[in-house]
C-alpha cells in the first residue's frame, strides 16, 4: 500500500475548473457553457441552494469566463491566464473580487462596488463581483445595492450566492428580481459516488484502497453527505487520513448512525412492532438522527431494487436480505415513501426532527395497517413464544 502519498485538500484541489468538471446542475452547466461561448453572461445572476452544491465553484468558473482571454471551443476558461490564475488561486487583485455579505464591514462593500460600477477595470476586461451570503447583507446595504443593479453597467457582473431558499429566502425581491435566477440542487448518490471515486483516481489512490472501501465504505460516506458534494469530498479526505476504510471504522469515526441501528428500526417496521418501532424512533428523533435513517434506507431500499431488476440475488448485504422477506408491494410502498422523503430532505433540508418522525410513523402505520392473520404475523423464532 502506498502510504508516501499525501491526502491534498482535496475540496480546494479538485473544485472544477472546467463545465465538464462540474457534476449535476446540467441545465445550469449547459446554458453556461454556450454563454461563455457567446461571450453572453448577464449583468447580475443570482445562485441559490444548499450547501456544497457548486454554487461558488460555477462563480469561480463563471468569472474565469467572462475574464480568460484564451477560452477553448468548449468555452472553457484556459486555467492558465493571469486572469484564471487569479481566479482559480483565490488572490483577486484583478477585476474579480470576491465579497463577503456576512462580513462585518457591510457598508464597505457597497462603497467599493459604488467606486468601481462607473470605470473600465485598468487590467481585465470586466469587473466581477462575487458577493457570497448575499442574504446577510444588512438592511442599508441591501438597498444601496438594489440600486447598483437597477443601473447595469456594460463592465461588471454580478454574481450573488446565497444558502437560503423556498420559504427561508432572505435575498430581498428588490435584489432577486434584478438579477437572473439559478436553483441548485443537492446532488444524486450517483454523482457524489462517481465524483469520490474520480477523486481518488486523480490522487493515484483508487487501485491500492481495499475492497470493501471500493464497496461498502464509499457508499456509507456518499450516503451521509446527504446531496453535499462538499461534505462527501470532506469525508474522503478524512477516511483517507485516518484510513478508515471498513464500514465499521468509518461509523465509528463519523458518528454517522450505524447500519445496524439502521436495520434494527426497519426491522420493526417489517415486524410492525409498534412499541419497538415507537422506543427507537424516539431515541433516534433525540439523537437528531433522524434524517439520517431515511437517507440510510433509502439506500437500503435502492440496492435491494437490484435484486427485483438484475435477480434474486444480486445484492446480499444484511438490509437485502431483511427486506427480502418483506412483501414486494409492501416494499414498494416502502422504497416509494422512502425515497419521497429522502428527496424532500435533499431539497428542503428544513424539516424538523419532529415533522420526520410524523412521517415515519405515517409510514409505519401504513405498512401495518392491514392486520394479517396472528400466525403469518412472523417468522416464528424457535424458542419464543410469540
Ligand atoms: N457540482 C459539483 N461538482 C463537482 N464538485 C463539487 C460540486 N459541488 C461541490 N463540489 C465540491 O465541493 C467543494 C465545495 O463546493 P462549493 O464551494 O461550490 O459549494 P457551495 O454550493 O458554494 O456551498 P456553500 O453554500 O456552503 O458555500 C468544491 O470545492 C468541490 O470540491
Ligand atoms: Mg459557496
Ligand atoms: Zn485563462
Known amino acids: 500500500m502506498k502510504s508516501k502519498t499525501a491526502v491534498s485538500q482535496y475540496s480546494l484541489v479538485h473544485r472544477p ?27 447580475a445572476m443570482l445562485f441559490q441552494g444548499p450547501t456544497g452544491v457548486g454554487k461558488t465553484t460555477l462563480a469561480f468558473l463563471a468569472a474565469a469566463s467572462i475574464q480568460c482571454q484564451h477560452k477553448d471551443d468548449e468555452g472553457n476558461p484556459c486555467g492558465e491566464c493571469a486572469s484564471c490564475k487569479d481566479i482559480f488561486e483565490e488572490s483577486f487583485s484583478r477585476g474579480t473580487m470576491m465579497l463577503d455579505g456576512g462580513s462585518s464591514s457591510k457598508d464597505d462593500v457597497i462603497q467599493l462596488i459604488e467606486q468601481t460600477v462607473h470605470s473600465k477595470p485598468l487590467n481585465s476586461p470586466k469587473y466581477v463581483f462575487i458577493i457570497e451570503e448575499v442574504d446577510q447583507l444588512s438592511t442599508a446595504a441591501k438597498n444601496a445595492f438594489h440600486k447598483i443593479l437597477e443601473k447595469p453597467s456594460p463592465y461588471v457582473h454580478f454574481i450573488l450566492l446565497s444558502m437560503t431558499e423556498g420559504n427561508g429566502n432572505k435575498v430581498p425581491v428588490s435584489i432577486a428580481d434584478r438579477c437572473q435566477p439559478y436553483h441548485f440542487k443537492n446532488l444524486s448518490e450517483k454523482d457524489i459516488a462517481y465524483t469520490l471515486k474520480g477523486i481518488l483516481e486523480k ?113 446480499q448485504s444484511p438490509s437485502s436480505s431483511l427486506l427480502k422477506k418483506m412483501d414486494k408491494a409492501k416494499f414498494l410502498v416502502l422504497n416509494f415513501k422512502v425515497r419521497a422523503m429522502a428527496e424532500e430532505l435533499r431539497h428542503g433540508s428544513y424539516m424538523t426532527s419532529t415533522h420526520i418522525a410524523h412521517m415515519m410513523i405515517d409510514l409505519f402505520n401504513g405498512l401495518v395497517s392491514e392486520p394479517e392473520p396472528p400466525t403469518k404475523e412472523s417468522i416464528p423464532i424457535r424458542g419464543s413464544s410469540k
Request: aromatic letters at 12%.
Open 203 to 315: 490522487e493515484g489512490r483508487w487501485e491500492d484502497i481495499p475492497t470493501e472501501f471500493k464497496k461498502e465504505g464509499i457508499f456509507l460516506l456518499v450516503n451521509n453527505a446527504k446531496g453535499s458534494l462538499r461534505r462527501a469530498v470532506q469525508f474522503l479526505e478524512r477516511a483517507m487520513l485516518g484510513e478508515f476504510y471498513s464500514v465499521a471504522d468509518i461509523e465509528d469515526n463519523f458518528k454517522f448512525v450505524s447500519e445496524a441501528a439502521g436495520l434494527s428500526i426497519l426491522q420493526h417496521i417489517i415486524k410492525g412492532k409498534s412499541v419497538e418501532f415507537n422506543k427507537e424512533l424516539e431515541e433516534m428523533r433525540r439523537e437528531n438522527k433522524l434524517a439520517d435513517w431515511v437517507h440510510m434506507v433509502n439506500y437500503f431500499c435502492l440496492r435491494h431494487r437490484q435484486n427485483l431488476i438484475a435477480g434474486e440475488d444480486f445484492d
Open 17 to 43: 475548473k472546467t463545465f465538464e468538471d462540474v457534476r449535476g446542475q446540467e441545465g445550469i452547466i449547459r446554458e453556461f457553457k454556450k454563454r461563455s461561448k457567446l461571450n453572453n453572461f448577464p449583468s
